[in-house]
């Protein structure tokens, strides 16, 4: 880290110098305007005014294992990638190439971008940061709630479409996850990301990320719960049809 001097310039007026190298590498020169933003934790971000994040481009090549690849290709979402391409060798088969998209869909902000026979290109849709994380923590919160207190009715008289719904709120659940991680996951690369999710430090993230794991975990444990009592409802009507015919 380089240490500057602060200089006063006039009566309420302070300059301090950039870096030579800094200037040069943004293609800045004399009159030029930057962005200075406060951070929270007291320090400052000074932005070109017309800095650009650069886009990151990831390529998966597609394994035989389509599973493998449906891991890797969570990963770079979480990640932080803004484009995605899956690519074959070979014309991607009918069945994988739906198992692909039908993951894609159920991933936040992510969509298909251009899509051949031999690839499909995903691109990012949401601005990092846009979206309050305490807004997606209280989504999964009301969710989890409603399918712990729908298994106790489940529990106490069976009902099927009632345990359906609670498996497909675990899917949206899932999908809130993922997004909190990678907002999260770029907060901690990017401070003005960081600074839009309202965290003044990399500490804040840590148990944000263990609380929104621990609740996801309560909300597969209800779906573990709803799948076993209907596989119980169901030994029980197989008992009762036996017994009807003996």
């Given at each position: 880290m380089e240490i500057r001097k602060i200089q006063k310039t006039g009566g309420s007026s302070y300059a301090i110098s950039l870096?030579?190298?800094?200037?040069e590498l943004n293609n800045l020169k004399n009159g030029d305007s930057l962005g200075i933003l406060e951070n929270k934790?007291?320090?400052?971000?000074?932005?070109p005014e017309n800095y650009k994040k650069e886009k990151k481009l990831c390529k998966i090549e597609l394994n035989e294992n389509i599973n493998l690849t449906k891991r890797i290709l969570i990963t770079k979402y979480l990640q932080g990638y803004d484009t995605i391409k899956v690519y074959s060798k070979n014309p991607i088969e009918a069945s994988k190439r739906k198992e692909?998209?039908?993951?894609?869909?159920?991933?936040?902000?992510?969509e298909i971008f251009e899509e051949r026979a031999d690839e499909i290109v995903f691109s990012s849709l949401i601005e990092f940061g846009s979206t309050p994380l305490g807004k997606v923590k209280n989504r999964i919160i009301n969710l989890t709630s409603s399918m712990l207190e729908d298994t106790i009715k489940l529990n106490e008289k069976f009902d099927k479409s009632l345990a359906e719904n609670i498996i497909q709120r675990d899917n949206e659940v899932d999908k809130l996850y993922f997004f909190a991680v990678?907002?999260?996951?770029?907060?901690?690369?990017?401070?003005n990301v960081a600074r839009k999710l309202e965290f003044r430090n990399n500490f804040e993230m840590i148990p944000n990320l263990i609380a929104i794991k621990n609740i996801e975990r309560i909300a597969d444990y209800a779906v573990l719960i709803a799948k076993d009592i209907?596989?119980?409802?169901?030994?029980s009507e197989k008992i009762k049809r036996e017994g009807d015919l003996i």
């Open positions: 870096p030579k190298r800094w200037i934790d007291g320090t400052l971000s000074i932005v692909i998209v039908s993951l894609i869909q159920n991933l936040i902000g992510i990678r907002e999260i996951s770029e907060a901690s690369r990017n401070s209907m596989e119980l409802d169901a030994s």
